[in-house]
């Protein structure tokens, strides 16, 4: 593998704006169709993968990249001429992997080139979730440094089972604030309560303090003033897994669906409502089964800007040759390819701007783009990959996508490292 021309770039998942930020135009609605794109998924070894891949971040100054598994691993990989190799590993301590639980989301501070923080968001059981930070300075000890930052749960049990709708993807944003997606953890009600940080979008500043935990809503959050948590951004979640920073400083997160819907939301101010439990998909969505205090109405909701059913015929399913032909969804927001600084784009430029996402049962892959306003300008579909979990773009520009390695995701099989190349 070549990774030849590292450049200064900021880590893929959301840490702030790259330096290649797309600045076109608002392109107009009639402007010719875009080219197609097709893609295929290249296999890299990846010495002692951690048993189900749930996030991949990729680190500036060359530096390589992390890995979490969903048992609690943090591995840190270097990137050489002849593949990655592992330099680094912890095992955070209690971290329940029943079900969806487990470490399932990672990001690592701003200021990780000095502080080596890295931040991860993992249950301790059924019913509750917790982010916590550790020093991964390459110290044999790293497992002691784990303080944590921020928690949130319920406190009793659910007729069916817990372990589902967790904490999940995490990132910082361009103020330096720690955002964090929280499911309602089957509690539907708390995502419409303001004063819940269930089924929320959640912001934090966490204390930089060495040894020391702990964080604080973020100042401009909507309720900082009063009127609800202090912690929240946005309410009317249900159960998102895979989100991130666009390059406009938007939150792009897929919502996965209860009955009807899979949903990708852009989140783009303070205090928006994406509608769960009172509306499921898009207003006037025909969802009856579970959202049943939907009242008609959706003055408030923020539709999301894609949402597919789960017809068999759905034209993402029909578009995409490979699909796997089972009733379960997934919806998943990986990334927004941003082009590289100092190498040649290795998509052609074709990608540039745009966002990857799909379904990971599925497994159609998609490129969209969406304007200032978070309108949808573009979707087509571009391959195919089955079961993605992980996604970022190396400061080359590849693509690279973690997978769990079997189509049982409970299975903990060694996760396998895919490149996306033009096809
Ligand atoms: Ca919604």
Same mark, same amino acid.
């Given at each position: 593998m070549r990774f030849a021309l590292f450049a200064t770039v900021v880590a893929a998942l959301g840490c702030g704006d790259g330096p290649n930020t797309p600045t076109d135009a608002r392109p107009s609605p009639d402007l010719p169709p875009e080219e197609p794109v097709s893609v295929a998924f290249e296999a890299v070894d990846l010495p002692e993968s951690p048993?189900?891949?749930?996030? /991949?971040?990729?680190?500036?100054?060359?530096?390589?990249?992390?890995?979490?598994?969903?048992?609690?691993?943090?591995?840190?990989?270097?990137?050489?001429?002849d593949g990655p190799t592992l330099v680094d590993e912890v095992q955070l301590p209690d971290v329940s992997s029943h079900q969806e639980c487990g470490l399932v989301g990672l990001a690592i501070d701003p200021e990780w080139t000095t502080n080596r923080f890295v931040y991860g968001s993992h249950c301790l059981d059924g019913r509750t979730s917790r982010i916590v930070r550790v020093t991964m300075d390459g110290s044999e000890d790293a497992a002691d440094s784990v303080v944590e930052v921020f928690r949130v749960g319920r406190d009793y049990e659910l007729e069916g089972g817990d372990n589902q709708h967790t904490m999940t993807s995490l990132f910082f944003d361009d103020t330096g604030a720690l955002v964090v997606m929280v499911g309602d953890r089957r509690n539907r009600?708390?995502?419409?309560?303001?004063?819940?940080?269930?089924?929320?979008?959640?912001?934090?500043v966490p204390s930089r303090v060495e040894g020391e935990g702990g964080a604080t809503g973020a100042p401009d959050n909507p309720y900082a003033?009063?009127?609800?948590?202090p912690n929240v951004w946005a309410k009317g979640v249900r159960s998102p897994w895979k989100a991130f920073l666009d390059s406009r400083g938007r939150i792009v997160v897929g919502?996965?669906?209860?009955?009807?819907?899979?949903?990708?939301?852009?989140?783009?101010?303070?205090?928006?409502? /994406?509608? +769960?439990?009172l509306l499921e998909g898009p207003?006037?969505?025909?969802?009856?089964?579970?959202?049943?205090?939907?009242?008609?109405?959706?003055?408030?909701?923020?539709?999301?800007?894609?949402?597919?059913?789960?017809?068999s015929d759905h034209?993402?399913?029909?578009?995409?040759?490979?699909?796997?032909?089972?009733?379960n969804r997934a919806v998943y927001a990986a990334l927004e390819h941003r082009s590289p600084v100092d190498a040649d784009d290795p998509y052609d430029d074709r990608l540039a701007g745009r966002v990857i996402w799909g379904d990971a049962i599925a497994g159609f892959v998609r490129a969209a783009?969406?304007?200032?306003?978070?309108?949808?300008?573009?979707?087509?579909?571009?391959?195919?990959?089955?079961?993605?979990?992980? +996604?970022?773009?190396?400061?080359?520009?590849?693509?690279?996508?973690?997978t769990y390695g079997s189509d049982n995701p409970f299975d903990f099989e060694p996760g396998l490292l895919f490149r996306m190349v033009l096809r």
């Amino acid at each position: 593998m070549r990774f030849a021309l590292f450049a200064t770039v900021v880590a893929a998942l959301g840490c702030g704006d790259g330096p290649n930020t797309p600045t076109d135009a608002r392109p107009s609605p009639d402007l010719p169709p875009e080219e197609p794109v097709s893609v295929a998924f290249e296999a890299v070894d990846l010495p002692e993968s951690p048993a189900a891949p749930t996030a /991949l971040v990729f680190l500036p100054d060359s530096e390589g990249f992390l890995v979490a598994g969903k048992r609690g691993e943090i591995h840190h990989y270097s990137m050489g001429e002849d593949g990655p190799t592992l330099v680094d590993e912890v095992q955070l301590p209690d971290v329940s992997s029943h079900q969806e639980c487990g470490l399932v989301g990672l990001a690592i501070d701003p200021e990780w080139t000095t502080n080596r923080f890295v931040y991860g968001s993992h249950c301790l059981d059924g019913r509750t979730s917790r982010i916590v930070r550790v020093t991964m300075d390459g110290s044999e000890d790293a497992a002691d440094s784990v303080v944590e930052v921020f928690r949130v749960g319920r406190d009793y049990e659910l007729e069916g089972g817990d372990n589902q709708h967790t904490m999940t993807s995490l990132f910082f944003d361009d103020t330096g604030a720690l955002v964090v997606m929280v499911g309602d953890r089957r509690n539907r009600e708390a995502a419409q309560d303001p004063d819940q940080d269930l089924g929320s979008i959640v912001r934090l500043v966490p204390s930089r303090v060495e040894g020391e935990g702990g964080a604080t809503g973020a100042p401009d959050n909507p309720y900082a003033a009063g009127g609800g948590s202090p912690n929240v951004w946005a309410k009317g979640v249900r159960s998102p897994w895979k989100a991130f920073l666009d390059s406009r400083g938007r939150i792009v997160v897929g919502d996965v669906g209860g009955a009807c819907f899979e949903e990708l939301n852009v989140v783009d101010g303070p205090g928006r409502n /994406l509608g +769960w439990p009172l509306l499921e998909g898009p207003c006037g969505g025909e969802c009856g089964r579970f959202v049943d205090q939907y009242t008609g109405e959706c003055e408030g909701m923020v539709d999301p800007v894609l949402s597919y059913d789960r017809s068999s015929d759905h034209a993402f399913l029909e578009d995409d040759p490979e699909v796997t032909p089972i009733p379960n969804r997934a919806v998943y927001a990986a990334l927004e390819h941003r082009s590289p600084v100092d190498a040649d784009d290795p998509y052609d430029d074709r990608l540039a701007g745009r966002v990857i996402w799909g379904d990971a049962i599925a497994g159609f892959v998609r490129a969209a783009r969406f304007d200032e306003t978070g309108a949808l300008l573009s979707d087509r579909p571009i391959g195919h990959i089955d079961w993605p979990t992980a +996604w970022g773009e190396a400061p080359d520009g590849h693509v690279y996508v973690m997978t769990y390695g079997s189509d049982n995701p409970f299975d903990f099989e060694p996760g396998l490292l895919f490149r996306m190349v033009l096809r």
